[in-house]
């Protein structure tokens, strides 16, 4: 017979140390949050680096449960809550970072703002490879940039987690959209309604020259950071617009500057570690369920699979990037 009041999570004591699985207390959802079932934690490379110790911008108090991204069930519903209710199916980027329980964990107190309804077209284990992604994304493209129909766009790692998906949402918003990539990402970048470019084999003067004439492109959206952030103020058009997701690195202003274009920075993690803007989240949430159910956006799935006992192997794929699309953490 299971015990209602504890659950299995995975527990890590120290940065780089191996995860313990552990049976501890259950948590109860508080006025404003819900508990949550969870039935599929994603992974992203941040969450490597916080396991690490090597995000100043992420850190977690240690011991902790990890884990940003999730799908679940809605179990019990706290106090104040509304709009969700006991079975609802649900996603959301609801902790892992700032003292938050994170996903890697068979129930999580969630602050109900943060998370929307799963989409209906998607198994769990797709949707909690969204989240941290999808907003990322969103947050560059329509809250910063107000990407538009007619736009050209280039999305610099366009293949990678953060880049398919702000490839999918430029499209959806009727962009003519271009990602740069290696070679052997082509066809999948093809497949998404993208003109795929190869950075590794023309220089970003010569694609700028074949694709835009010379001119630049409207709206770049650096998922890369370092070279990539450098290459975005070259490809930018005048009065265009520069987006990055990776702003380190020393970078020379002056291309930008002299083209009169725009910079803005994205930090999706701020409402988890702040609490301001947590409502955005959901709502953009919202956008990704909308989207997913008319067609417009589709995960793209490393096809391993990996249990609570296996998430190491998972963050070593992705820190020696083996990782074939995203990876997600099966919750028993």
């Known amino acids: 017979m299971t015990d209602m009041s504890t659950m299995k999570a995975l527990i890590l004591e120290n940065h780089n140390a191996p995860f313990r699985l552990a049976e501890i207390a259950r948590p109860k959802p508080a006025a404003g949050e819900v508990l949550v079932r969870i039935k599929a934690s994603g992974v992203n490379p941040l969450d490597t680096k916080i396991r690490a110790g090597a995000a100043e911008h992420a850190r977690q108090p240690l011991p902790a449960i990890l884990g940003i991204d999730m799908a679940g069930v809605v179990e019990e519903v706290g106090q104040g809550v509304s709009g969700f209710r006991r079975g609802d199916e649900v996603y959301g980027m609801t902790g892992g970072v700032g003292g938050v329980q994170g996903s890697l964990a068979e129930f999580a107190a969630v602050d109900a703002r943060l998370l929307a309804i799963k989409p209906a077209n998607l198994t769990m284990r797709e949707a909690a490879a969204l989240p941290l992604v999808f907003i990322t994304a969103w947050e560059g493209l329509v809250d910063r940039a107000a990407v538009k129909s007619g736009q050209s ?11 398919h998906v ?22 999948y970048i093809r497949s998404l309604g993208a003109t795929p470019i190869d950075h590794t084999a023309e220089s970003v003067e010569d694609y700028v020259a074949r694709y835009t004439g010379g001119k630049g492109f409207d709206l770049v959206y650096d998922t890369v950071g370092g070279a990539g952030l450098d290459a975005a103020f070259k490809a930018v058009k005048r009065f265009g617009h520069v987006v990055t997701s990776l702003g380190w690195g020393t970078h020379a202003l002056a291309p930008l500057s002299f083209k009169a274009a725009s910079y803005s920075g994205v930090f999706t993690l701020l409402p988890l570690l702040t609490g301001e803007g947590r409502e955005h989240h959901g709502e953009i949430m919202q956008e990704a369920t909308r989207l997913a159910e008319a067609g417009k956006l589709v995960p793209r799935l490393d096809a391993r699979r990996f249990t609570l006992e296996e998430t190491a192997e998972a963050h070593r794929l992705i820190e020696e990037r083996q990782a074939k699309g995203k990876l997600v953490i099966d919750i028993a």
């Open 153 to 163: 766009v280039l999305v610099l790692g366009g293949a990678g987690g953060v880049g």
């Open 166 to 187: 702000a490839v999918q949402i430029a499209r959806a918003f009727g962009a003519d959209v271009y990602a740069a990539d290696g070679a052997s990402k082509a066809d």
